[in-house]
T-cell receptor, first 116, second 116 residues
Framework: AQKVTQAQTEISVVEKEDVTLDCVYE???????LFWYKQPPSGELVFLIR??????QNEISGRYSWNFQKSTSSFNFTITASQVVDSAVYFC?????????????FGKGTSLLVTP | DSGVTQTPKHLITATGQRVTLRCSPR?????VYWYQQSLDQGLQFLIH???????AKGNILERFSAQQFPDLHSELNLSSLELGDSALYFC???????????????FGPGTRLTVL
């Protein structure tokens, strides 16, 4: 069975602080995909990144970076120099060829509040 | 703008009623996924259609059904509504069905259903 755990329910930081959102996953498949989505207060789901199970390279995109470690089944997300506009709920998701046929299995989300 | 449209944006109805939510995928996308976001259950996968055919089911209640039409738009039908069905319903589209070549799912803005 597949499972995504985001242990941090809420995080509050002051602007310009760095913050890391944790994600731990479980899957029996050798081929799978990991995602991060952002849900701002307006409610839409914004795709941030996809990683496949064969690519463990870390990725950096501006202030965002992702650390994928198969050995610990983790796919953590770091925001450097956080800004107020980063305030949102962030979801980690897993997709594999389980009985849901590559549908997304989301974690419970981490609510990030960045204050000035 | 993801290119996925959902109507209506908001829907308020009473217990016991039936409603239909509509989703138009991005141009060229053959897959439509439906997800429900509620306070209790978080974001969970309901059902997946590919080119008119049902491909996978998640935690979809028997009171709920969906279909995908020849023009590829999809409808999610919710009947005998209960208070607990109040949620944000998202659809997402992608180019292909589950395969080794995974394609991102692009989410619509969601339909917020309130059952009174």
């Amino acid at each position: 069975a597949q499972k995504v755990t985001q242990a941090q329910t809420e995080i509050s930081v002051v602007e310009k602080e760095d913050v890391t959102l944790d994600c731990v996953y479980e899957t029996r498949d050798t081929t799978y995909y990991l995602f991060w989505y952002k849900q701002p207060p307006s409610g839409e789901l914004v795709f941030l990144i996809r990683r496949n199970s064969f690519d463990e390279q870390n990725e950096i995109s501006g202030r965002y970076s992702w650390n994928f470690q198969k050995s610990t089944s983790s796919f953590n997300f770091t925001i450097t120099a956080s800004q107020v506009v980063d305030s949102a709920v962030y979801f980690c998701a897993l997709s594999d060829n389980s009985n849901s046929g590559y549908a997304l299995n989301f974690g419970k989300g981490t609510s990030l509040l960045v204050t000035p | 703008d993801s290119g996925v449209t959902q109507t209506p944006k908001h829907l308020i109805t009473a217990t016991g009623q039936r409603v239909t939510l509509r989703c138009s995928p991005r141009s060229g996308d053959l897959s439509v996924y439906w997800y429900q976001q509620s306070l209790d259950q978080g974001l969970q996968f309901l059902i997946h259609y590919y080119n008119g055919e049902e491909r996978a089911k998640g935690n979809i209640l028997e009171r709920f059904s969906a279909q995908q039409f020849p023009d590829l738009h999809s409808e999610l039908n919710l009947s005998s509504l209960e208070l607990g069905d109040s949620a944000l319903y998202f659809c997402a589209s992608s180019v292909v069905t589950g395969s080794s070549s995974y394609n991102e799912q692009f989410f619509g803005p969601g339909t917020r259903l309130t059952v009174l």
